[in-house]
């Protein structure tokens, strides 16, 4: 993560606005791995700059030979949101389902 900040900061003093709005967004794809409990795929997505629109692109394979997803459970889970099958608000918002629905209260 301290490897993020630092290009991020770098980004703020040294390159135009366009630059700044990616590291944005791969800050948002970041949280998003630890929000999924993925975590350990941060510092490829970091060092690949994966932000919203290149991960949408990825395929499984990309995903498996590019950027080490190795273990095919954790690349279904994130085919699975980038086809638009599970919602990346269920990973933030306590009380959704994956497909972003409001989840039945416990009985």
Same mark, same amino acid.
Request: glycine content about 4%; hydrophobic content about 45%.
């Given at each position: 993560?301290? #490897?993020?900040?630092?290009?991020?900061?770098?980004?703020?003093?040294?390159?135009?606005?366009?630059?700044? *709005? +990616?590291?944005?967004?791969?800050?948002? +794809? $970041?949280?998003?791995? !630890?929000?999924?409990?993925?975590?350990?795929?941060?510092?490829?997505?970091?060092? /690949?700059?994966? !932000?919203?629109?290149?991960?949408? /692109?990825? !395929? /499984?394979?990309?995903?498996?030979?590019? #950027?080490?997803?190795?273990?095919?459970? &954790?690349?279904?889970? $994130?085919?699975? #949101? +980038? *086809?638009?099958? &599970?919602?990346? &608000?269920?990973?933030?918002?306590?009380? #959704?389902?994956?497909?972003?629905? $409001?989840?039945?209260?416990?009985?």
């Amino acid at each position: 993560m301290a #490897l993020l900040i630092a290009v991020y900061y770098e980004a703020i003093f040294k390159y135009p606005l366009t630059i700044i *709005s +990616v590291c944005d967004m791969l800050l948002q +794809v $970041l949280m998003l791995l !630890d929000a999924m409990k993925l975590s350990v795929y941060k510092q490829a997505f970091c060092e /690949e700059t994966i !932000d919203g629109e290149v991960l949408v /692109e990825c !395929d /499984e394979q990309i995903l498996e030979k590019e #950027l080490g997803v190795k273990n095919k459970l &954790h690349r279904m889970r $994130l085919m699975k #949101l +980038v *086809s638009g099958r &599970h919602s990346s &608000h269920y990973y933030f918002t306590e009380g #959704l389902n994956p497909y972003g629905q $409001l989840a039945a209260p416990p009985s």
